[in-house]
C-alpha cells in the first residue's frame, strides 16, 4: 500500500549550486548528502514539513540523469511513494499492468529499499517506490 509521497526527485546539473537555491528558497540546508554509485548520482535531501525533495546530479555520461538532463534539461525526475513493502507492492503493480525498471528492489540513498515504474506505464511520469530499510538489532 503507497503510504505517502516520500519526496519529489529533482535532476540538477551542479549539486553545489542547486544546493545554495534550494537552501535559500527553504530556508534550510540540505540534512543529508550522498552518493550512490550504483546509479551514478550525487543526491542531497532538504525536508520541507513531512516531505522531501531530493536534488540528482549525475556523476557519469551513463547515468539516467545526466541522460534526463540531456534530453529534457533540468527539472523533476520522479515523484516517490513511501510503502510499507516494497516486494508485495512491485508484485501488486506487476498484476495491474504496471511496468517495472527491475525485478528486485535495489539500494538507494536515504537509507531505502528502491524500485522505479516506468513512465510509459504512468502518464509519462516515472514513479519511484521507496521502503525504509530496517535496522537489525
Same mark, same amino acid.
Given at each position: 500500500m503507497i503510504n505517502k509521497i516520500e519526496?519529489?526527485?529533482?535532476?540538477?546539473?551542479n549539486i553545489e549550486e542547486a544546493n545554495?537555491?534550494? +537552501?535559500?528558497?527553504?530556508?534550510v540546508?540540505?540534512?543529508?548528502?550522498?552518493?550512490?554509485?550504483?546509479e551514478n548520482?550525487?543526491?542531497?535531501?532538504?525536508?520541507?514539513?513531512e516531505s522531501k525533495i531530493e536534488l540528482l546530479e549525475g556523476t557519469s555520461p551513463e547515468s539516467a540523469i545526466t541522460k534526463f538532463i540531456e534530453k529534457k534539461g533540468e527539472g523533476i525526475h520522479h515523484i516517490a511513494f513511501d510503502v510499507d513493502d516494497i516486494e508485495a507492492e512491485m508484485e501488486?503493480?506487476?498484476?495491474?499492468?504496471?511496468?517495472l525498471l527491475s525485478d528486485?528492489?535495489?539500494?538507494g540513498a536515504d537509507n531505502?529499499?528502491?524500485?522505479?515504474?516506468?513512465?510509459?506505464s504512468a502518464n509519462g511520469v516515472l514513479?519511484?517506490?521507496?521502503?525504509?530499510? +530496517?535496522k537489525q538489532g
Open positions: 519526496h519529489l526527485g529533482i535532476a540538477v546539473k545554495a537555491i534550494y +537552501k535559500t528558497l527553504l530556508g540546508a540540505a540534512y543529508k548528502t550522498e552518493q550512490v554509485a550504483s548520482v550525487n543526491t542531497s535531501f532538504f525536508k520541507v514539513g501488486k503493480l506487476k498484476k495491474q499492468g504496471f511496468t528486485r528492489p535495489k539500494q531505502k529499499l528502491i524500485c522505479f515504474v516506468h513512465p510509459k514513479i519511484e517506490l521507496c521502503q525504509e530499510i +530496517k
